[in-house]
Each structure stands twice: as C-alpha cells, then as structure tokens.
C-alpha cells in the first residue's frame, strides 16, 4: 500500500553488491510510477529513468530543456513506488561542477540509488542522433568529480556517460571512459557503440562495470541479453520501450475509436480493471482503511 517499503540505502546496497556480482541487470525504463510497479511485478532488477522519457513526458524534445528540478522530481515519484534500485539519467548535470553535486544530492534526497552523467556539451541531444559535441576532457572529468565529491552516501552509484564514440571513434571513447574512472566513476555507459565487436572491444578495455544502451531507432543493433551477459556486461536498459508502446497503442486505439466510433473492439487489446486494482494494490488500501475505522484502544 502507498510507497515501496524497502529504504533508499537498501536499494543502492543490492545495485552495488548485484554489480560486484558480476551478473547482467536488466533496467526497462519507467514512463510514469505505475509504469515502474509493473517492470517490478514482472520480475526485472531494476528500474531506469531516461532523460528523453521525461522530457517526452513533458510534450517536449530531449535537447535539453528539463531541469535538474523536474528530473528529480519524477525520479523521486517513480523510485518510491518500486522496491528495485532506479537508476536516472542526470544528462549533463544540469549546469557547472557545482550544479552537478547539487544535482547528485537531490537525486539522493528523491531516493534513486544512481545516475549517470555525460560529456555532451550542455545543451545536450539525444545520444543516437548525427551532430552531437562533446566537452573538453577536463570538463568531463570535472563533472565526474563533482558528482562523486558531492554524493553523500558513498553506496550512491555515479555512472559516466561517454558519447565520444559517435564523435572521435572507438579508441578515443576507450581512452576517455578510463579518465573517467580514474577521476571515481563507479561505472561506465559507453553510448552509441556498434555491434558486438566494439561492445567486445570496450568491455575488454574497461575494467568497472558498463552499461549497454538497447534503444530502439538507434545507431546500435539490438542485442538479446544472454548475448550481453556473455560480452560481460553488468547493465542493459531499455529506455523508451515502454513510453513507445504506450505510445503506439494509444495512436491506434484513437484512430480507432475516430473510425468506429466506439473502444469496443480494443477492450482484448487494454489492461483489465482487475489487473490495475491488482498493481496499484486495491486491496491493500481496503484493509488499511478498514483498520483504522475498526480499531479501539
């Protein structure tokens, strides 16, 4: 009933403790906090927020527009309805070294037990299209820096971003993903790498823990996730999946409804009201509310 139970430290302890197990953690992203209850239920190890989802959300492009402010509040919103570690996009930090450790604290305040930062110039694009810049090495670093001098709770994942691969190639990704980890990073999320080989080649190359980024549309191919667990990678998201099939299925259900003037050839298509009272736990708030009418001291 309400929110997850389990405490914010408890979800970055199980992130950490499940990377230094070496196994593969699969992250769907949340489009909403009953969207994250449902990648729970359905037994994934974790939750993601995207960047482009929220701004998505918001009727607007992932070109930089949300604030550190609306980011973590709808981080917050999600990580608190899942008993799952969630893990959110910061993109560049929202602002200068300073603005990052504020980013990171609030990030920590709203319950999320990582995020990752990026090299992009701020503001930033959506990883996967033509165009992108990246920073100066040392203000890459200098972010990195500064989320970790800023975490409060050591157990608070800082991830590192690196989008040098789609900019200066494969080698000089490698080598900025290893000044990554040397200024703290905890990890590393190498974006727009292509096909195995170069997922082989960077994992062989990087020794903390890498994300793989399994968007759709995107530069990369597709990979399943037995073949990612082989090349050795810690972390698989899938970061708009969900809002996309939300998406796609509420465009078809309007067209429709405008062809047919009636929903009642979709209703095998929709989530049953049984099922959401079951999600959003019905029954739960029934005893909760009978308990407190029933009870006498």
């Known amino acids: 009933m309400l ?7 408890a979800k970055r ?9 070496g196994e593969l953690l699969r992250l769907p992203g949340a489009f909403n906090p009953l969207s ?10 974790g939750v993601y927020v995207s960047g482009a ?6 009727g607007l492009p992932d070109i930089g527009l949300t604030t550190a402010t609306e980011v973590a509040t709808r981080a917050g919103q999600i990580a608190r309805m899942t008993d799952l570690p969630t893990l959110v996009d910061a993109d560049t930090g929202f602002g200068e070294p300073m603005n990052v450790a504020r980013t990171v604290q609030a ?12 090299d992009q110039v701020n503001p930033k694009r959506c990883g996967h299209l033509d165009g992108k810049q990246v920073v100066d090495q040392l203000t890459a670093l200098q972010r990195v820096r500064a989320a970790v001098e800023g975490r409060r709770d050591p157990d608070f994942l800082v991830m590192a971003r690196t989008d040098v691969r789609a900019v200066r190639g494969l080698d000089a ?3 900025r993903a290893k000044a990554l980890v040397d200024a703290g990073a905890d990890a590393i999320f190498p974006e727009a790498l292509l096909g195995l080989a170069e997922l082989e080649t960077f994992r062989a190359a990087i020794d903390v823990p890498l994300l793989a980024n399994m968007t759709e549309f995107g530069k990369g191919e597709l990979l399943t996730a037995t073949q990612l667990a082989e090349l050795g990678y810690n972390i698989v998201i ?18 429709t409804i405008l062809a047919e003037g009636t929903q009642a050839s979709l209703l095998d298509r929709m ?19 009978a308990g407190v009418f029933d009870f006498e001291l």
């Open 3 to 9: 929110y997850a139970t389990t405490t914010a430290s």
């Open 13 to 21: 302890q199980t992130l950490r403790a499940r990377l230094a197990n």
């Open 36 to 45: 994250a209850r449902l990648i729970q239920a359905k037994g994934f190890d």
């Open 53 to 58: 989802v929220v701004a998505a959300d918001l």
């Open 107 to 118: 990030l920590e305040d709203a319950g999320v037990a990582g995020c990752h930062i990026e």
């Open 173 to 175: 990704a490698i080598d």
């Open 238 to 255: 899938y970061p708009v999946t969900l809002l996309r099939l939300a998406m796609g299925a509420a465009e078809a259900g309007l067209d």
């Open 271 to 289: 989530q049953h009201r049984s099922a959401l009272y079951d999600l959003v736990d019905y029954a739960g708030y029934g005893q909760f509310d």
